[in-house]
């Protein structure tokens, strides 16, 4: 059974059209992080929640935004995506702060036109 | 600063053979490890965790071995399969309940029938 969800799988927008990509889970885990996945590299860490506190990384473009509205859904919005947003955008979940395996999600495919 | 990283970037192995994937990492503070298995087009998939606290751990056709002295994990795969192909990744999480992981680059597993 699918424990971490991403829709849609696929992605398609258009420069400067934004984009919301959403991930749920079903593991009631406390712990919500977007990762950005270029080809051939390591995950890329965008930000995460605990619970409602957001986290973003020193790093993340100001482009990119993320919404908790309860335990089982987060969202990542796009605001005006580049060509080199095209990517693949994962979601993960971990269920609290100590030391645990994270549960990555498919993941949503996105190509920016 | 931190970092994890992989002596080989590719392994191509005979299908029946075993193959050793390594990585080493930088942070001495780091207490957890992970590894995971990324087939083309999905998500990372969870293969195997270690602690700090342990030495070596045995899962279903896989160990993974820390050698904390000189900062190296490594994943052994026993008999290896096509199936087995994929990119792995290593992954650690640092002491103090950080809710971060950091990945290393990556390693492209090959098969041979």
């Known amino acids: 059974d699918a424990m971490v969800i991403q829709n849609p799988r696929y992605q398609v927008t258009q420069f400067g059209k934004p984009v919301t990509l959403s991930c749920s889970q079903t593991?009631?885990?406390?712990?919500m992080y977007w990762y950005q996945q270029k080809s051939s590299q390591a995950p890329k860490l965008l930000f995460h929640y605990y619970d409602k506190d957001f986290n973003n990384e020193a790093d993340t473009p100001d482009n990119f935004q993320s919404r908790r509205p309860n335990t089982s859904f987060c969202f990542l919005d796009i605001r005006s995506p580049g060509l080199g947003d095209a990517a693949m955008y994962l979601c993960?979940?971990?269920?609290?702060?100590?030391?645990?395996?994270?549960?990555f999600g498919p993941g949503t495919r996105l190509l920016v036109l | 600063g931190e970092s994890v990283g992989l002596h080989l970037p590719t392994l191509s192995v005979q299908e029946g053979d075993n193959s050793i994937i390594n990585c080493a990492y930088s942070?001495?503070?780091?207490?957890?490890f992970i590894w995971y298995k990324q087939e083309s087009g999905k998500g990372p998939q969870f293969i195997i965790d270690?602690?700090?606290?342990?030495d070596k751990r045995q899962g279903q056709r896989v160990t993974v071995l820390l050698n904390k002295t000189v900062k190296h994990l490594s994943l052994q795969i026993a008999a290896t399969q096509p199936g087995d192909s994929a990119v792995y990744f290593c992954a650690e999480n640092m002491q103090g309940g950080s809710e971060k992981l950091v990945f290393g680059k990556g390693t492209k597993l090959t098969v041979n029938p």
């Open positions: 993960a979940t971990r269920r609290g702060r100590a030391s645990e395996t994270q549960y």
């Open positions: 942070n001495s503070a780091s207490d957890y």
């Open positions: 270690i602690r700090s606290n342990m």
């Open positions: 593991l009631n885990h406390n712990v």
